[in-house]
């Protein structure tokens, strides 16, 4: 009896003084009460185990997670402009130029479109058609309406260059006409903040392009009104360290805050990210601080042109995981899952699970599987001192540049997603480009077991008798 009453005690002091470490009344938590929701989000777990054990509180697990589920589009403020991205295609340009003729004249948007649209010969009533091909004049004769509708709006338009104009700030809302790369295009021009993306499909694939052009009235409407799920896909922040810049910044620091950093500063061989260029760090409006860009689906590192094995290590918040030895390596989001790392034999993932996939490519190992990682590591890549060759990096399959010893490529999860509006919801959306684009577990379905018709069709004269006596003995 007196060992209960000081358990007892004993159990009510830690009640009491956890209650006053939170400033809460302690309340036993009721076992009826499931703490599954119906949320694309895992339950949030409960943080005491057994009679002592718990999670110790800090700051640094502070994190608040919206349920995807619940992501949709709201507006604080009537969007009024809009940036149009069109593959490079003729078949393209009647949808387009409608699209455009339409937010122009009916929503009163200022539309924003590439430079390059207005110097398409098809749109344009200018050309010498005496030194075009004859194909090249029958189209252009085939596209006199189209062309007339457009030289009508492009007083009207407003346009830009990519690497000259920085667009961050100055665009509410984008509408994609064409596949999957017109999204990622689109991705590459924000290196920060993405306005909502609507992508109709008019490409090949179309993983990432869930509206058809048939209604799109119907469509933009519902959008522009609110009426929209989200999907936000992650993007991870790339940047590469070369060998000598911890030198330089060490040096930097010895100078001290004098005048001459400035001369100093330019003398030092300083390489951007931007196609390997040298200059002032920074300087380039599409890498935002840090040379560090933004990738929506994966960024790779291969051998190039080299007959030797990629070797790279592998790092993950500064501890040696791996090394790879085969033809490269993927580091993917999960958008990216379903790409380039899904034919190297990846698992696909929801773009809605935080998360980080690394695939290697036709690795020289048996054992050697693509792995997942939370979202929040950093990874740095690196070539291996013993490596026979250096290798190249490319950033969704853009800026290809060397990897060379010493050099460090850091990648984690960048905190400006691209939100996605969803055609129907995030589930269905991301299940129906599965089977239409990939025709995700397609197969035959198997017949259903029917043994008199097998009997029947095997043609033995005996066979219906013996099922009637097999029918009376199980009977």
């Avoid at 479109?113 to 010498?128: I, M």
């Avoid at 910044?249 to 003398?267: D, K, M, T």
């Avoid at 380039?340 to 490519?361: C, K």
Wanted: aromatic share 6%; proline share 6%; net charge neutral.
């Amino acid at each position: 009896m007196q060992h209960q009453k000081l358990r007892l005690a004993s159990a009510l002091q830690r009640q009491i003084s956890e209650a006053e470490e939170q400033q809460v009344t302690p309340v036993a938590p009721d076992p009826r009460i499931l703490r599954r929701t119906r949320s694309l989000n895992a339950p949030s777990p409960f943080q005491h185990f057994g009679p002592c054990g718990r999670i110790m509180k800090n700051s640094a697990m502070v994190m608040q997670i919206q349920d995807p589920a619940s992501q949709r589009l709201t507006w604080y403020k009537p969007p009024l402009t809009v940036l149009v991205i069109k593959k490079k295609d003729s078949q393209v340009l009647p949808p387009f130029v409608q699209l455009v003729e339409w937010l122009v004249q009916e929503k009163h948007m200022v539309v924003w479109v590439e430079s390059a649209v207005l110097e398409d010969k098809l749109l344009r009533d200018d050309v010498k058609l005496e030194q075009e091909s004859s194909k090249f004049q029958k189209v252009h004769g085939q596209y006199a309406g189209v062309r007339a509708r457009f030289l009508a709006l492009r007083e009207k338009l407003v346009t830009f260059k990519d690497g000259r104009d920085d667009l961050t700030d100055r665009i509410d809302f984008i509408v994609c006409l064409g596949g999957d790369g017109t999204l990622l295009y689109a991705s590459q021009l924000f290196q920060q903040s993405v306005p909502p993306v609507m992508a109709f499909y008019l490409g090949s694939l179309g993983f990432l392009t869930p509206f058809q052009c048939d209604n799109f009235q119907e469509q933009v409407t519902n959008v522009l009104e609110g009426h929209a799920a989200l999907t936000l896909r992650s993007r991870l922040r790339c940047s590469i360290h070369r060998k000598g810049e911890r030198r330089k910044e060490s040096l930097l620091h010895s100078v001290g805050g004098n005048l001459l950093i400035p001369n100093f500063h330019r003398q030092l061989n300083y390489v951007e990210l931007n196609n390997g260029q040298t200059g002032k760090a920074g300087c380039n409006n599409n890498n935002g601080p840090n040379n560090s860009i933004l990738v929506l689906n994966e960024v790779v590192i291969n051998r190039g042109p080299s007959p030797y094995l990629s070797n790279i290590d592998i790092f993950l918040d500064g501890k040696y995981i791996t090394s790879v030895q085969g033809d490269g390596l993927i580091v993917s989001t999960p958008t990216g899952s379903t790409a380039y790392a899904a034919a190297a034999g990846a698992s696909m993932i929801h773009p809605s699970v935080p998360a980080i996939l690394v695939t290697p490519i036709c690795p020289h190992s048996l054992s050697f599987r693509p792995i997942v990682v939370p979202a929040g590591v950093e990874l740095k890549i690196s070539i291996s001192p013993d490596s026979r060759n250096t290798s190249r990096v490319s950033f969704d399959g853009r800026n290809d540049q060397e990897l060379n010893h010493g050099d460090s490529l850091r990648v984690t999860t960048s905190i400006y997603p691209v939100p996605s509006i969803c055609s129907q919801d995030q589930i269905s959306d991301w299940f129906d480009s599965l089977a239409e684009g990939l025709h995700w577990n397609v197969r035959k379905r198997q017949k259903c077991l029917d043994e008199l018709s097998d009997l029947t069709a095997s043609g033995s004269e005996d066979t219906l008798d013996d099922f009637d006596n097999l029918q009376i003995y199980d009977a």
